[in-house]
């Protein structure tokens, strides 16, 4: 259903003035996310920046002959949401056709079938496989994740289905056969398939095992990748958001991004992460790295995304002190740590920033040990290498990362006990599972925590998260208990770790993340305001507006 379009009074007034506005926004509740500035009631904007921040009186001293004045009329306006960690790149490819329901839909095993069958009925007939992507792993029965349950569905091409966390899959026979993998393919630790009692892959695959399923069926023509790829960032923008990094880009999408550059097709503020390792110990060259820069015309500065661990439901993220139920001591990170400190070291020299995925305290040690390398190097993070996830850290490492500043991504949705991370309570020891998403130790340690939603692995919905940072709930569902409740952090913080803290992991808080003079006016204007509601409606919050760098790009 179409909304009215946006409600707000805009006229045009004049007056004297060399300075003058573009346009004002008056009479509005604007949260800067400034600590010496932090409520204010107008703003002004020239050339997409932040002229004046302040009051009514102080924008209309520099409102002159064609500036467009907006009255909010008593509208709450905010900085635009920033999220440190999406993947337009990676997966939005295997959602283009069809995306089935994660954890945020409280999906069962049979309404996830339901909605496999109508996306086999609508599926083009042009393409060689099908590929769909985003069920909830834990909701699923044994019997659905098979080749046979697949080969009734799809009994004439091959077929491959992803999880929404990313970690596993499974494929019917058909796949199996035009790749050649059998009983006699190995497993390893950082790739494996589930298996019949004969040995025979059942139809599961795991970790780095998914790689050539994808392989086979990556990249999808130009056209098609584009589509996918803007569908996530338009997406963003009506949601708020006015920057992000992608986390794990390839070369086969870098022609997209240099196009979407030239074009003016981004809305948002764009970093980009070059896969750095993907399931495997090997690392792309850093001279690959800055060849791609060096070819293409790419949005942001040079970044690398790397995984030490894959995901705790496939054994394959390092938990310290034996916290599996069964033995872990056996998992090592993804690359070794010698190989891993000599890889930061070069990717820092080279002025690239990286981009961990590590969930297990043990991941996230190793991962501190290998920035520390680089950092003790250079004397500084002046990079801002940071930690995605961070969701079983030590205290001693939160030390270390306070002390040496290393960013962790808080990523709010999961503050929320959706049915992956509940999953977990069945994976790992009480004690270790009691320490999960510890948004406010990171806080209080003196940790910058930043959002990222790892969408569409996650939705792309920051209002749910920010109100599950808050209280640990599942927004919406009052009968559902929270997730470690004591680590619920204030309006106040998760605003900022949505906003300021986002944009200084991007190295971009000095353009945007707050509204303040100089900065880009990347703002939105939602439809009520936080601090007058109950926490427990921010997951019904609504945007009216976005702007970025003073253009409206969304308007409800």
Known sequence: MRRPLFPFAALVIAACGGNSADVIYTNGRIYT???????????????????????????????????????????????????????PSMSMAL???????????????????????KCIEAYPDDQAWFFAEGYSSPIMKPETLTKEFLDELIPDRPAYVKDESGHFGFANSKAFEILGIDENTPDTPAGYFSRTEDGKPAGQLF???????????????????????????????????????????????????????????????????????????????????????????????????????????????????????????????LIPADAFATYMRELDA??????????????????????LAAINERGSNELRHHVDHCSYIQPE?????????????????????????????????????????????????????????????ANLWPWFGMEASITRGFPGHPEIEPFNADQGITLEETVRVHTLNGAYVLNLDDVTGSIGVGKFADMIVLNHNLFEIPVTEIHRTEVQRTLFKGQVVHER
Request: aromatic share 8%; glycine share 8%.
């Open 207 to 333: 970790e780095s095992a998914m790689n050539p399923f994808e392989d086979a069926i990556l990249p999808l023509a130009p056209e098609i990748s584009q589509l996918a790829k803007m569908r996530l960032l338009e997406d963003a923008t009506r949601e708020g958001i006015t920057a992000v990094g992608d986390a794990y880009v390839f070369e086969r999408d870098l022609a997209d991004w240099q196009k979407f550059k030239r074009d003016g097709q981004l809305n948002l503020h764009v970093r980009l992460y070059m896969s750095g390792n993907f399931g495997t110990a090997a690392t792309t060259p850093v001279s690959e790295i800055l060849r791609y820069y060096e070819e293409y015309d790419l949005p942001g500065e040079p970044g690398v995304k790397m995984s030490l661990g894959g995901a705790l439901e496939s054994r394959t993220e390092v938990m310290l002190n034996d916290a599996y139920f069964e033995d872990g001591s056996d998992i090592r990170p």
């Open 397 to 457: 490492d939160m030390a270390r990362a306070r002390d040496n500043g290393i960013p962790c991504s808080a990523w709010p949705m999961l503050n929320a006990p959706i049915n992956f991370l509940v999953n977990q309570a069945n994976i790992i020891k009480p004690e270790a599972y009691q320490r999960g998403g510890p948004t406010r130790d990171l806080l209080d340690a003196g940790i910058i925590a930043a959002n990222h939603s790892d969408a569409p692995q």
């Open 95 to 117: 959602r283009v056709f069809c995306e089935l329901p994660g954890s945020y839909y409280l999906p069962t095993n049979e309404t996830t079938i339901d909605a496999l069958k």
């Open 350 to 371: 080279a002025g690239v920033q990286a981009k961990v995925h590590a969930i297990g305290d043990g991941t996230v040690r190793a991962t501190i040990d290998g920035f």
């Open 33 to 87: 996310v400034n600590d010496a500035q932090p409520w204010v009631e107008a703003v002004a904007i020239k050339d997409g920046r932040f002229l004046v921040v302040g009051s009514n009186a102080d924008v209309a001293a520099v409102t002159g002959d064609g500036t467009e004045v907006v009255d909010l009329d008593g509208a709450f306006v905010m900085p635009g949401i920033v999220d440190i960690h999406t993947h």
